[in-house]
């Protein structure tokens, strides 16, 4: 038979995992628009050169 102990042993990994997946997410988003904002600086740059030249 589970224990009640047991159980919220459980809840408090579970909870434990959803905090950290969390942050992995977070961490992710945040690397993923950081390389987008170079993507668009790299984008406006060459446009700036282009509009030079001409």
Do not use: H, P
Not at 13 to 21: D, F, K, P, W
Not at 28 to 52: A, C, G, P, T
């Amino acid at each position: 038979m589970v224990t009640l102990e047991q159980i919220k042993k459980e809840q408090e990994g579970l909870v434990i995992l959803y905090e950290q997946s969390k942050y992995f997410l977070d961490a992710e988003i945040l690397r993923k628009s950081q390389q987008l904002d170079k993507m668009i600086v790299s984008y406006l740059n060459q446009q700036i050169k282009k509009r030079m030249k001409e």
